[in-house]
């Protein structure tokens, strides 16, 4: 990849394609895989505080997230 003077996959699909499909695509796949690994961590993150704060790390259900916003004010 070097030696064509292309970096990313995205660079050199799109030299051998129309390039704004590829660019859309490879965007689009980006921020999917951004948003799956920003999900994962934030589920680690609660599970932490709760431990820390000794609270049990419990998926919430649709009530439990009402409550905890009404007594976080």
Known sequence: MR???RFTL???V???MAERP????VGTSSVTVSVLYLV???VGAGS????LLGGRAT?????RC???TRRLG
């Open 14 to 16: 799109a030299a051998r």
């Open 66 to 68: 009402a409550g905890l």
């Open 40 to 42: 994962a961590q934030m």
């Open 10 to 12: 995205a660079d050199v």
């Open 48 to 51: 932490l505080v709760a431990l």
């Open 3 to 5: 030696n064509r003077s």
């Open 22 to 25: 590829v660019r859309t695509a």
């Open 59 to 63: 998926r919430p259900g649709p009530g």
